[in-house]
């Protein structure tokens, strides 16, 4: 049986992107393995009507409410495989099942690494952070870090001191001297020393430890994680990739279609900068594009 959708990812993105298509009265099938990026906060913020709300109970709601529609069916799966089938695509489930379908919707976010760095991981999405917006007034002038790990780290602690007295931990690397303007500019100190770790009561963050075992206190850090895409599919598909400024991202069009037509990205993967409000809209522009295609194809 041929769906008329198939979604990789039922995140943000691919919920809205399945929620427009089933409206629609598109048949869709949503793959998804509940990994979505942000299940390591407890609350997220900025997303209208659910500031401070918990991601993951969002997506409970979001997925109970597009399970209503009748021609939505959820799939608690990964998707390993996609491929280009006639006019449409198959798609090989972690069983071996293939399904078939004539859109394809890829939304299956990225995925994160940290610095390898005792008490950092665990912190992660509580105290130590990446972006000032979604986590960042709660600290409110508290003393903040930034974990410098590439030149954009600079430009990072320069924002963060929008949010409290902010320290730059260079961890040993070096930074030229137009940097070090602008963040004396800003009010950003500057510590040079290799970091040790991290540590604090739980959850909470009291200090960076330094290489010599001194202490620096602080009640958050900020640091860019490398984020790749989670899932090789777009890969597999031939659909280009190119560099953001946030890592890789599957390049689309306006409609968020890909350069394999009938093949969508929206979310994370297919944009920058990331945020919960932007996935849910690249997924209405991505579901909305690809129900067209299938009224008008
Ligand atoms: C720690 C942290 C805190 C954040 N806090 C906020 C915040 O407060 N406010 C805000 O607006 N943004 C926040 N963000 C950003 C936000 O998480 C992302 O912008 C958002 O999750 C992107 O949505 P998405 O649908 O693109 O991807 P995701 O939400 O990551 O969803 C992708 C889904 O695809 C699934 N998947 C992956 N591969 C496959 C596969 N092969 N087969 C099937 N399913 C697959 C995953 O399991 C997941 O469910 C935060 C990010 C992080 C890392």
């Not at 401070?52 to 390993?80: C, F, K, N, W």
Request: hydrophobic letters at 45%.
């Amino acid at each position: 049986m041929t769906t008329d959708a198939i979604i990789v990812g039922g995140g943000f993105a691919g919920l809205a992107a399945a929620t427009y298509l089933a409206r629609g009265r598109a048949s869709v099938a949503v793959i998804d393995t509940r990994q979505p990026r942000n299940r390591f906060a407890d609350a997220s913020h900025g997303f209208l009507g659910q500031d401070g709300s918990d991601p993951l109970s969002i997506l409970q709601t979001a997925r109970q409410q597009v399970l209503r529609y009748p021609t939505v069916r959820m799939i608690e799966s990964e998707a390993q495989h996609a491929r280009i089938d006639g006019s449409g695509f198959a798609v090989t489930l972690a069983n071996g099942e293939e399904l078939a379908a004539r859109k394809l919707i890829l939304a299956f976010g990225l995925r994160d690494t940290l610095p390898v760095l005792p008490g950092l991981q665990e912190r992660w999405g509580k105290t130590v952070l990446h972006c000032p917006y979604c986590h960042g007034i709660e600290f409110s002038d508290r003393r903040l870090g930034v974990l410098y790990r590439t030149p954009v780290s600079v430009h990072q602690a320069a924002v963060v001191a929008q949010w409290g007295p902010t320290t730059l931990y260079l961890d040993g690397q070096a930074i030229d001297e137009e940097s070090a303007e602008l963040l004396a500019g800003r009010g950003v100190a500057v510590e040079p020393a290799k970091v040790a770790g991290l540590e604090g009561e739980r959850m909470a963050l009291s200090a960076v430890v330094l290489g010599d075992g001194s202490r620096s206190e602080i009640a958050a850090l900020y640091v860019a994680p490398e984020s790749c895409l989670s899932s090789p599919l777009a890969e597999q598909l031939g659909a280009e990739i190119e560099d953001g400024p946030m890592g890789p991202m599957i390049r689309t069009d306006a409609g968020r279609m890909t350069t394999v037509p009938g093949v969508y990205a929206a979310g994370d993967i297919a944009r920058a900068p990331h945020s919960v409000s932007w996935a849910v809209a690249d997924g209405v522009t991505a579901g909305t594009s690809a129900h067209r295609a299938l009224v008008f194809g």
